[in-house]
């Protein structure tokens, strides 16, 4: 079975979202193993920090989620520069990996400040949910519901239409 790993910075304290993701995570499980890692954002204590503040906490954040990744998975990095691709674009990258043999995933979602580039160099693919912004506990609701739609498309199941 993959091994399939959301990485976040940062907790779920909507509760509508964290039902949400929830009930993803729970579908997930008939498909992969899948995991949801949180691990806390840096604190930037000035309001308008500077540009080596911001790097120097995404560092560490960094080096926190590439502890966190499983040895030999593909990262998959979040963010706004990334390649926007559909479901059933996504569902062949998970495919590919599954039959590869080497078919544990990494989503990584980084705090409201980004990723560091570490992370996005580590990436296998830098994804874009698209040229909107939204509070990252959405992102993350609508990434599990995609990873989840990208498995039953994967499995030939009528979810995706």
Known sequence: MQNIDL???????????????????????????????????????EKNASDAVVKKALEKEGKAILSNVRKGA???AMCIEGRQISSDELAQFLADRANSG????????????????????????????????????????????????ACTINAGMKYHK
């Open 7 to 45: 990485i976040c910075i940062g907790k779920m304290n909507a509760k509508y979202f964290a039902e949400g993701v929830a009930e993803y995570q729970k579908r997930l499980a008939a498909f992969a193993a899948f995991r949801i890692i949180e691990l806390p954002e840096e604190k930037i204590e």
């Open 74 to 76: 593909a990262i998959v």
């Open 102 to 149: 080497a078919g544990d995933v990494a989503f990584v979602i980084g705090s409201s400040h980004g990723l560091s580039d570490e992370v996005k160099k580590a990436a296998a693919l830098r994804f874009s949910m698209g040229r909107i912004t939204m509070p990252h506990q959405l992102a993350r609701l609508v990434l599990t519901e995609q990873i989840y739609r």
